[in-house]
C-alpha cells in the first residue's frame, strides 16, 4: 500500500473581533482599534481581547490590561471598543460555514480558526491545495471582507506554525519534505502544546528551538515529560503528528470555579464571585455558540462538602445579566436553606442550545424561496 500524505490546512482570521468591528465601521480601519472586556467594576477596569495590526504598532496585545493600552496609546487617534460577542460569533458561523464547504473533514477549533482535512479533494497535491486556499482566502474577503492567514502542511501541527507564520493575509505551504527544516529554527513554545512550564524545563536541559528538541533522546523526554506528552514532543519537533482533523463532538455541559479570599455565610459577600464567574463563563459558552437551558449553582462548605441547587427553563436563557441574577438567586436559596459557610462557588450551565450553525426561521424562509 503506497502511504499518500494528508494534505492539511488550518485557517486563522486576523484580529478577527477587531476586524469585525473594521467591517461594520470602514471608517476604523487606519486608527488603532482595541476590542475590550470591561470587567465591570467600573472605570477602565477589564482586559483587551484583541487589537488590530495598528495597535500591535504600538505594543497592544491580547490579554493586557485596558489601562495599559490606554497608556500605551496615549496622545494617539486610537478606538476602544466593548467586545459585541454575539456579533462575532454570528460572522463566525458564517465563516465556518463557507470554509467547511471545502473539507472533506472540518474540525471548528475557536471562533475563528479551523482544520480542513483537504487530502481527498486535492488528491494529495499541495499545488492544487494552495489554489484552494486561494479561493478560500478569495471567497471570505468576497462575502464577509475579511481577511485570514492558511497554512497548509501534512499535519495539525504543521498546518497550524504555518498559518501562524505570515499574518495578517498570509498564505504558508509546507510540503511534507520540507517539514522538519521549516519548523528546525523556531522557538520550542512554537510548538502547539509548549506553554512556560514546558518550555522551563527544556530550556534546563539546553533545549532553546525546536531543531534541539528533534535531537533529543525520545526515551529521556519521555521519563521527564510522560509517554504521551515526551512522544508528542519528540514527534512534532521532527514535523510528524497523526492526530486526526475530527468533527467537533458536542459539549454537555460548561462550568466554573472560584476559592473565595475568605469563606463566607451571605450572598452579597459571594457576589463580586458569581459576577466574575457567570461573565468569564459567559463569554466562554457564546464564543462556542451556545445558549442554555439550565443554570446550577455548587459550593464546597468550609467542611469540605458540596451541595448544590439547579433550574431548568423551557426556553434557552441567553446573556450575561441573565446568567448572574439566576445564579444569584440559587445561591441565595442555597445558604438559606443549607446555614453553611462555602469556601468555593461555582456556576454550570447545560442543557446547552447550538445557536451556531442553526438557521433563523427567516434565513429558512429565504434559502428555500426559489
Ligand atoms: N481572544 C480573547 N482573549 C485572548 C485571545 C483572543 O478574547 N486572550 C479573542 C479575540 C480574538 C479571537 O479570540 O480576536 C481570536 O484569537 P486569535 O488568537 O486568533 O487572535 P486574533 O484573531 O485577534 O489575531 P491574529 O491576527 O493574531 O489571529
Ligand atoms: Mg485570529
Ligand atoms: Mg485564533
Do not use: W
Not at 40 to 56: C, E, I, K, L, P
Not at 281 to 288: D, E, G, I, P, R
Not at 322 to 331: C, D, F, G, R, T
Amino acid at each position: 500500500m503506497v502511504m499518500v500524505e494528508r494534505v492539511i490546512m488550518e485557517v486563522d482570521l486576523d484580529y478577527f473581533y477587531a476586524q469585525c468591528e473594521e467591517v461594520r465601521n470602514p471608517a476604523l480601519k487606519d486608527r488603532p482599534v482595541v476590542v475590550c472586556i470591561y470587567s465591570g467594576r467600573g472605570g477602565d477596569s477589564g482586559a483587551v481581547t484583541t487589537a488590530n495590526y495598528v495597535a500591535r504598532r504600538y505594543g497592544v496585545r491580547s490579554g493586557m490590561s485596558i489601562v495599559r493600552a490606554k497608556r500605551l496609546l496615549q496622545g494617539v487617534d486610537a478606538v476602544f471598543l466593548k467586545a459585541d460577542l454575539d456579533y462575532y460569533d454570528e460572522v463566525s458561523r458564517r465563516v465556518m460555514n463557507i470554509l467547511r464547504g471545502y473539507a472533506d473533514v472540518f474540525e471548528e477549533v475557536s471562533v475563528d480558526e479551523a482544520y480542513l482535512d483537504t487530502t481527498d479533494r486535492v488528491r494529495g497535491d499541495y499545488e492544487e491545495a494552495k489554489r484552494l486556499a486561494l479561493k478560500i482566502k478569495d471567497e471570505i474577503k468576497r462575502v464577509e471582507k475579511l481577511t485570514c492567514s492558511i497554512g497548509i502542511g501534512p499535519n495539525k501541527v504543521i498546518a497550524k506554525i504555518a498559518s501562524d507564520y505570515q499574518k495578517p493575509d498570509g498564505l504558508t505551504v509546507v510540503r511534507p519534505e520540507e517539514a522538519a527544516g521549516f519548523i528546525a529554527k523556531m522557538d520550542v513554545d512554537k510548538l502547539p502544546g509548549v506553554g512556560a512550564k514546558t518550555k522551563k524545563l527544556l530550556d534546563e536541559m539546553g533545549v532553546k528551538t525546536i531543531g534541539d528538541l528533534a535531537k533529543q533522546d525520545p526515551q529521556k523526554l519521555v521519563s521527564i515529560f510522560g509517554m504521551k506528552i515526551g512522544n508528542y514532543l519528540y514527534n512534532a519537533a521532527n514535523g510528524r503528528d497523526d492526530e486526526p482533523v475530527k468533527e467537533r463532538t458536542e459539549p454537555t455541559q460548561f462550568s466554573r470555579i472560584i476559592t473565595l479570599k475568605q469563606d463566607t455565610q451571605t450572598v452579597n459577600e459571594a457576589e463580586g464571585y458569581i459576577d466574575e464567574i457567570c461573565r468569564d463563563l459567559y463569554a466562554k459558552v457564546s464564543s462556542q455558540g451556545y445558549a442554555f437551558k439550565s443554570v446550577g449553582v455548587f459550593c464546597v462548605s468550609d467542611a469540605l462538602s458540596t451541595y448544590s441547587r439547579s433550574e431548568t427553563y423551557e426556553h434557552p436563557l441567553d446573556g450575561y445579566n441573565n446568567l448572574k441574577s439566576v445564579s444569584i438567586a440559587l445561591l441565595a436559596r442555597l445558604l438559606e436553606e443549607e446555614k453553611i459557610k462555602i469556601r468555593r462557588v461555582g456556576v454550570r450551565v447545560s442543557d446547552l442550545v447550538k445557536k451556531r450553525g442553526q438557521k433563523t426561521l427567516y434565513e429558512y424562509l429565504t434559502s428555500t424561496a426559489e
